[in-house]
């Protein structure tokens, strides 16, 4: 008996020094135990060391130049009448009780990048327009007051001006070098976090008809960009500024893996006409272009759907003095391929006037060269363009319907007419009229475009009120615009 005990107690004494040691897992569970995890190989750790680093050292290298944009401004909202739902007195005063408007402060935030040592700020123009206060925090803690030098709304621009100097900058870069697939680093301050920095690479170039801006030339990005990150730098690997962030596709107000940046040069071209000459010099050729359908490919005896159809010429404009005819398709403007309207309309638009320019135009068949003197946009087109009436429709922007807007707003086919784009607060429309509405009819005539649009708008009474036809999120309706605000 004592024997079998003594056996015993050895055994249990084993089993607790077994699990002590661990080694009775091994026993049992041998499997389990023995599995080891995969071996990260040393090649594989320095190679994603080294690009970590130089993320890293380029994010180091920008970040100084990249500011924060708190703004300020006074915004008119409907007014909040608590009598305004009595039958009494809406029917003594109607809907006037409703309509209004109270001032009130508003707070915004965005980004801005420094690119001259003595103060000079891009930034986006919703960043900064209408804004009765700029603050312009830097990397380094300080805070500045800023004044705005000028402002592009058609490239969705402006120039921001500090009292400083000795600022750190960012080089410029070449955005015309960029390809679908290159490194680059977006660098902001989306919800107000500021020196942000994502990373991404170019998804495309040469974005138009995206309807932000008359003049579009986008860059599109997966470099995670957010609310706040307007304004800020897109940069290469080179820590050189080749666009500033302006906007995202968007289902849900957040990130969705599309953003989209103005590229580097034209950026560089607007603020230097801003700064030197306190406004925007833009080329002009005088002529109203189309994009090539396969039904007018079919009409006018053309193999394929490259280049842009000339649809108008202007009188005594200068590409009617070059010799260039309706019916003409331009294929190239110094070397470049011209197949999208809108970027064609940017070439010539970033072109100094006065300056000669070489088109290759198909005309019957025949390939032809013709040399053109750029000419400077005329105030008045630049007004019509702008929206710049005397009218109960001043104050509002449009532009065509192109397919790919017509896809994302879900237009049907049949309806025709002028995209708003924008809408001024001071504008008679503000509030009545919204960005994505479709004006069919002005006065019960109809508009299919935005020529329609310019012919039709002058005519107006400057204390006419206007009959509008508008498509609205799947219905049309009828809509009164008075001249006074």
């Not at 130049?65 to 809406?90: C, L, M, Q």
């Not at 995670?224 to 107000?253: E, M």
């Amino acid at each position: 008996m004592v024997s079998r005990n003594r056996v015993l107690r050895n055994a249990l004494l084993l089993i607790v020094m077994l699990l002590a040691t661990g080694l009775l897992a091994q026993v049992l569970f041998p499997a389990e135990s023995s599995a080891a995890a995969p071996a990260i190989s040393r090649k594989s750790i320095d190679s994603l060391t080294t690009i970590g680093k130089a993320m890293a050292e380029i994010s180091a290298a920008v970040k100084p130049a990249i500011v924060n944009i708190s703004t300020t401004r006074t915004v008119k909202v409907p007014g909040n009448d608590p009598f305004a739902e009595d039958p009494f007195f809406r029917h003594f005063f109607g809907d006037n009780l409703r309509r209004q408007p109270k001032e009130q402060k508003s707070a915004a935030l965005g980004s801005g990048v420094i690119v001259s040592s003595d103060g000079y700020i891009i930034t986006n123009y919703h960043v900064v327009k209408d804004a009765d206060e700029i603050k312009v925090l830097l990397a380094d803690k300080r805070e500045f007051s800023g004044k705005v030098i000028g402002s592009d709304p058609k490239t969705e621009i402006s120039v921001v001006k500090i009292d400083a100097k000795d600022l750190p900058t960012l080089p410029w870069g070449n955005s015309d070098s960029l390809e679908a697939g290159d490194l680059v680093l977006a660098v902001g301050n989306p919800y107000g976090l500021n020196q942000t920095v994502t990373m991404g690479i170019v998804s495309a170039v040469g974005r138009a008809n995206v309807g932000i801006a008359d003049y579009e030339d986008f860059i599109q990005t997966d470099a995670p960009i957010n609310p706040g990150n307007s304004g800020g730098a897109l940069v290469n690997v080179r820590g050189q500024l080749i666009g500033i962030n302006t906007a995202i596709f968007s289902t849900s107000g957040g990130y969705q893996g599309i953003g989209f940046a103005i590229p580097s040069n034209m950026v560089r071209t607007i603020m230097e006409s801003l700064v030197k000459e306190g406004k925007v010099i833009r080329g002009w050729l005088g002529i109203s272009i189309q994009r090539i359908t396969p039904d007018l490919a079919k009409q006018f005896n053309l193999k394929d759907e490259n280049g842009v159809l000339v649809s108008d010429v202007t009188e005594n404009g200068p590409a009617e003095k070059a010799g260039l005819k309706r019916g003409d398709v331009i294929l190239e403007y110094d070397g470049k391929k011209t197949d999208e309207p809108g970027l064609f309309r940017n070439m010539v638009a970033n072109t100094v006037p006065g300056e000669e320019h070489s088109l290759k135009v198909l005309r019957d068949g025949k390939v032809v060269t013709l040399k053109v003197t750029i000419g400077e946009l005329p105030p008045e087109v630049q007004q019509a363009e702008n929206g710049a009436y005397q009218n109960a429709l001043r104050g509002i922007g449009v532009q065509d319907i192109t397919p790919d807007i017509a896809k994302r707003l879900g237009l049907p086919p049949k309806v025709k007419g002028v995209i708003v784009n924008n809408v001024d607060e001071d504008s008679p429309a503000y509030g009545v009229l919204a960005q994505g509405d479709v004006i069919q009819e002005i006065d019960r005539k109809k508009i299919t475009n935005v020529k329609d649009y310019q012919q039709i708008v002058p005519t107006i009474g400057r204390d006419s009120n206007v009959l509008l036809l508008v498509y609205r999120r799947g219905s049309s309706l009828f809509i009164t615009l008075s001249s006074q605000k």
